[in-house]
């Protein structure tokens, strides 16, 4: 495979069970709609199998928090040969080969088997998650006898047994359905449906397929639908099945089944290649413009695709009350729930270049900022408090307590209280897509909204400290969550200044062009003539930590009177360092997941300091930062690039890159790290090239390319109007 | 790592013990005189430890045949931390990296690990095989607590336990020793020994180490030798041990303790560091002969370098009495048995870029033509007869049984009796390297003889078919190994053509040169003028089969009665296609392991056929090759390229290369497949870059380079003169 095809695939070969955890979740499949994790269709033992549609979340009774309910696999089949059932982990593998076609979005499989008894069969499975049409889901399957079957039994069905979530109960994981009124169809010999209602919220999903290619009748089974056939088989003949599925839920329509008919009866007009034609082209189109070449370096360009694929794959196109979860689509992690790695990490890369679906984004959270200002209402604060873990309500679901270990012990969660810097990271993010795709109308209708009301909690939310003369923030954490609970964590305080700075660009820009929108606003939002005095106070008296003896910024009160930890010593590392030293010694000492100086750095550049002063920080946090987040290395090689630091910031995204494609903290069991790839993508724009909006106006590059990258392309939309650049070193 | 780097570099991580077997092979460090596998210092369960010398091979009572005697592992250390034992399968892996710099020829490991009693430590491990000085090895252990040890307890000593090797015995395979008389010294606190003999062959092999670094006594084991000391660490407090060692054998010296006493007392004197320099410099005058330089291609750079480190480090710089076998020393598999592997596959590439190296391979066959000529005479022929398997004596040494299955089931095997070809590939190697070279005296006093004696050989062989007026060949065993004991395997046919061509070339060009040389060979080795003009007669009519109906050469006489199977179907395959069919199946069908024909094109190019008569017959084997062989696919990818088929070439070089780098066959664990690294090299040479001998003198290249090669740099000697070429496409 050359290196331009290579660089488009991931590829699977020789079969190896030890890891497929890591590869179901990699291959995942999706289309902004929904994500399908890469479980086999036939199953094997101890997979983690999840299909996960934006929005569809249920709180179980027997859980802490809602969940996005997994939906039964849509690609499941079971076959058996000759009575013995095809499985990966029966007969003998004589061959295997998995691949992603990131380019196209096609998951496909090939796997020559023997069975049991010793039949040699070859099968081949081809399915996609339709870019043209989100309701649409097709598979392909092939099966090539090499000895004769006497009966060749293929069930395509729904697998309504993989359809579970894990409950974080009292007791530990356990798990559990999020269904009620399940309904079961058989509209054909050649069709199957089902549908289900999600217990709590009350959400209605439905699936509805059609087979083709053999003689298919309905399954007798009551729990699984879906269609059978059989058949003999003679030495080298095969069977090729279609099965074109249908899937909506009461999110988009109130007459699902009609719905579904319709979707499907085109689907079935038009066919599984014109699908997947149509399905290609929509994804030819995205990488039109998403896709960043970067001659000379191999993985790098691999990586790059990787990055940008699965931010796709999880992203909305036509929602805009739903948002990315923490692990995209593609894993129960963090159950779907949506921080502050969407909008600092996952967003900007399509504010740059897909800036629908990062309006998409933003207007999720201004569907939810009723849930925003419950939370504020409800801690005793105004305006606007966004949640630090958000589902379809808007309001806080971030659990109270971790799951107990095996001593039953558990730990209190202090970020959905204390990590209150996501206001203000939302702001950054609605100032920045404004600045970038000039949408006035989004800006004037939703984002200054969004901008005022946080500004409006912060003026509630700081403290004066009379003493000091100074505003504080007491009780926080910041983006370094090895220290809880701590005071002035240097990041949050200092965009505290940097969103009422902007709260007043906000308010001076709409009183000039649209002073009666600002009036309204300014009423609605109770933006009085004393809160816009204080706005002005916190900007002047706003503390932001510093520590004189080594003449940087304080990662947080005390920081540097913790205990030093030499770093070095504690190399090459998987395991966390809060997990390795304990969370009481993590906490006293100066190791911190992940430097809130260094993500200023790549937020605020210049503004935070001259070049001299910026080296003087990174030298400072570098050594004592574990990267305990997987979104701290994107960070850090997006800063090293701007630090003029290139080696070191080509080293740090290469080791962002190894989370996800070389599960390099073990952890990718549990879905992809969506920020750590949309933090990868901002690296290469803002870091490597320097893209960045002119003070004077437009915009401008700045590269710092490695020595040995031939040339850097990418694409982007500034106001609308899509600009190429291509970077040479 | 940037790709500068990292294309120099083999990586393992995180720790994956399903992975140990295939890194224990591909992380082998060597220098030509022994290699050792990459097992852990500690040890791990069911590793397959491994230390190989050159040349000591033994016949151990319970063998069916001589292997190579596993050596004492010399770079072993016992550690326990407060009691309890360092090794990965127990306590907790807080972090691993495995390293292979192929650059320097230097394996390094650390790891983060913490005992079950909760002590973490800090691991390092280097080790390297002088590449500077054969019989010097060196080892550096950092050991840094990050806890408080009451007690770290460290053993340097020799693993006798691993010294083992799996004979084949009639019930089955079992573990041996091939060692009797060990006898263990201490001449210091510091020093420790360990020597050998081998029960029949009678070879002593000794070790000395000197330990430096702590407060050593000697070990009382009575079994391992070694050196340990003990010591107490305060937190982040470091240890850090030296070990050097001295290696021989009676092959080198009868005085093997003095010579080890001094071996090891220049090392001392000159300490790890400068040993260490010393190694990279060697290691760097190699690759300044040796490494392609391919821009535009990250893994066929990779690949390249790997396979020339594997060659690299096993093979005989200084020894002309060891050949490399099939496995080099990485390895169990073929226990270190030489087949035509080494000088069609293994030997090419050092007869362009270290010419003293192929002539040392050269040299141990022309030391071995006693035992071929014993073989000859064995079996009623003249001349000289290669062994198919070859270990010290020269003598035939294959198998004739494989090991009985599980029903106790042997299956005969044929190869030492009947794949001959053998004898006209170590004649064609003779004259590839003089003409390469031009090492008249090699040529004068080795050479030729090997040319003349072996087509004495097939003067007595060939059978002479009065009815058909031809010459033929029955009984044997071509490439094509699926199919035995066939009649006029095409490859051989026509190597015994050229051979005698070369043979009168070879007798023509000594006439002339030096006649009384050409006299005396005609006369010891009886070639009369009956001999020569039978010569004639076989060169004039020597059967060649073709088959009409497609107008191609034909494998072997019948070939093309046999079953069809239709090869696309068994896709894609891992497990060889003789064992999925079963051998009976396959010897009835047209399934070929590698093409005779295929190679023929590689190795004869124009001579044999104009470019459509080639093309004809590439199109007829490929389809019906199988790649049974590791030696196939890098042949397939120097025809094609010969051929014009880049993007074909491409892809079996990539296929070949995935052998040993993804271990595609699933057995490395056996050991390095040295032809698929031999062959990967000269595919790149004679194959991409096309470079042969000029008819009219000289060289010249003819490149067929892939259009995203940047560029392709290589260098070699022709006739004692290096010459670099820089190649883009």
Redesign the interface.
Known sequence: ????I?TWKLTE??F?P?HLFHSETIFTIGNGYLGSRATFEEGYPDEIAATLLHGIFNHHEQDLVPDLANVPAWFAVQITVDGEPFRLNEG??????RELDMKNGILSR???W?SPGGK?L?FTFERFASMADQHILAQQIEI?A?DEVQVLDCVLDFNTETALNIAYTAEGPVLVSHWKNASITYPAPDQSGWQGETTQSGYRVGILQQVSGADFRATESSNRPGNRFQVSLKP?QRVTVTRLVGIATSRDTKALSPFLEEKLGQAVEKGYNTLKTEHCAAWAAIWEDMDILIE????VQKAARFAAYQLIIAAPQKDERVSIGAKTLSGPGYKGHVFWDTELFMLPPFTLTQPGIARNLLMYRYHNLPGARKKAKDEGFLGAMYPWESTDTGEETTPKWTLPDKHGNRIRIWTGDHEQHISSDIAYAVWQYWKWTGDNEFFVKHGAEMILDTAVFWYSRVEWNAKKQRYELSEQIGPDEYHENINNPVYTNRMVVWHLQHAFKTLNWLRTNLPEKAQALQSTLHITDEVQAKWQDIIAKMYIPRYEPLNVYEQFDGFFDKDEV?LA???????AMDV?LGHQRTNASQVIKQADVVMMIALLGDELGDHEELMRNWRVYVPRTAHGSSLSQAMHAWAAARLGLV?EA??HW?DAAGIDL???K?NVRDGIHGAANGGLYQALIFGFAGLQLDEKGGWKVDPRL?A?WKSMTFSFYYRGEKQTVTLKS
């Open positions: 495979m050359r290196p331009e290579r070969k020789p190896n030890t003998r593998i004589l061959g295997y080969v090939q796997v020559l023997q040699i070859r090539t090499l080298e000379g370096d191999e993985y030499n010593l504690y190399t090459p590392r998987v395991t390795i080696e080509y080293e290469v070389e599960d390099t073990g490695p040995w």
